[in-house]
C-alpha cells in the first residue's frame, strides 16, 4: 500500500518548489480546523472517490490550516486517533497545477488523525465525517514539519489538499474485556485506550505465547489479509529485569500500522499473534525476538485486503 508521509516529502521538495459537482463555500467540521478564504476559493467536480477536477486560483495563500466541506458525508464523525481511508488530490498553490496524487485505485494505506507523523493533514481530517470531500488550505512549511497547528499569523503560498473520506476504523480495540492469562503482565489502559503494560517479577515463557484481553466480533483474519493495528511491545527481562517500552504506535507518532500476514511480510512471532484474531480484539503476545522476550498489546482494529 502507498503511504502518505512519503508521497508529503515529495510534494514538500517539488514544491519548495467526490458524488455532485462542488462548489467552494464549504462548512466547518465543529470545533477544529475552520474554513477561510483559501479553502473556500477551491473548487472541486467529480464523483465522490474518483478523482475530482480541482480549481485552485494561482497564487493562492494562507494563514494556517483551513478547512471547507465541500461535500457534506453522513458517516461516522472522525476523532483523534482514528484510522482513515482516503483518496486525495494535492495541489500547488502558487500554481494551480495537481502535484499528486493518492492515484484513486483504493491502495492508499489509513492515515491516523491527529498523528504526529501527518502533521496538519493528519490534524485536518479531526471533526470531519466519513463521505465528506474536504478542500483543505495547508501552508507550504506544513508539508516539512510535523506541528498540527490549524492557525498561524504567517501568511504562506498554500498548498491544497482534496480528501475524499472514504472509510473509519475504531480508535481502540472494542471487544469484550476477557480474564488475563495467568503468570502475565498486567495491563491497564488510558482513557484513550493506548495500554501501560507491567513486567512481573518472574522470567517471561521459554515459548510465544498468546492471550485474548478483549473479545471481537468483526471480521477474522486470514494470511491473504492485511490487518491494522496499533500495539505497544515491552521488553521481558530475567525476572522481570530492566523492562523497558521497545515501542509503541500509540506514543511515537504513526498512529495505526498496517501489517500484511502473508508468511514472511513480517516477524513470524508477531504474525502469529494476529493471524486468526477478529477486528475488535486486544491481544496479549509473548513473542522472542533475537533472544529477548517481548510483550507486545496489540489491538486489531481493521482488515483490509493486500
Keep these: 500500500m502507498r503511504t502518505i508521509p512519503a508521497l508529503l516529502v515529495t510534494i514538500g521538495l517539488a514544491a519548495a518548489l467526490t458524488g455532485c459537482a462542488a462548489s467552494g463555500a464549504g462548512t466547518t467540521p465543529s470545533s477544529c480546523a475552520a474554513p477561510g478564504a483559501a479553502s473556500e476559493a477551491v473548487t472541486a467536480t467529480g464523483a465522490f472517490g ?43 498553490g502558487a500554481t494551480g497545477e495537481v ?113 485474548l484481553l478483549r473479545k471481537g466480533h468483526g471480521a477474522e483474519l486470514s494470511a491473504k489479509d492485511t490487518a491494522l493495528i496499533k500495539f505497544t511491545a515491552v521488553t521481558w527481562g530475567a525476572r522481570g529485569a530492566d523492562a523497558s517500552v521497545a515501542g509503541s504506535s500509540w506514543t511515537d507518532g504513526s498512529g495505526a500500522q498496517t501489517v500484511p500476514l502473508a508468511e514472511g511480510k513480517v516477524q513470524e512471532g508477531v504474525r502469529k499473534a494476529i493471524l486468526g484474531h477478529r477486528v475488535g480484539d486486544q491481544v496479549l503476545a509473548i513473542v522472542h525476538q533475537q533472544g529477548t522476550a517481548y510483550a507486545y498489546v496489540i489491538d486489531v482494529l481493521g482488515k483490509l485486503s493486500s
Design 99 to 211: 502535484a499528486q496524487s493518492s492515484g484513486y485505485s483504493g491502495q492508499t494505506a489509513p492515515i491516523t488523525a491527529g498523528a504526529d507523523n501527518y502533521g496538519a493533514l493528519g490534524a485536518s481530517l479531526e471533526c470531519a465525517h466519513v463521505g465528506d470531500r474536504l478542500a483543505v488550505a495547508l501552508p507550504k512549511s506544513a508539508l516539512s514539519s510535523s506541528t498540527t497547528s490549524t492557525s498561524s499569523s504567517k501568511t504562506e503560498d498554500a498548498v491544497v489538499a482534496v480528501i475524499d473520506v472514504k472509510r473509519a476504523f475504531d480508535a481502540r480495540a472494542t471487544g469484550t474485556p476477557q480474564l488475563a492469562g495467568d503468570k502475565m503482565p498486567a495491563v491497564v489502559l488510558a482513557p484513550s485506550g493506548a495500554p501501560g503494560i507491567t513486567i512481573p517479577s518472574w522470567n517471561a515463557p521459554s515459548s510465544d505465547e498468546t492471550h
Design 50 to 92: 474518483k478523482e475530482p477536477k480541482v480549481t485552485v486560483p494561482s497564487g493562492l495563500t494562507t494563514k494556517g490550516t483551513q478547512v471547507s466541506v465541500l461535500k457534506q458525508g453522513e458517516g461516522r464523525e472522525i476523532e483523534d486517533g482514528t484510522p482513515v481511508l482516503i483518496e486525495y488530490t494535492l495541489v500547488d
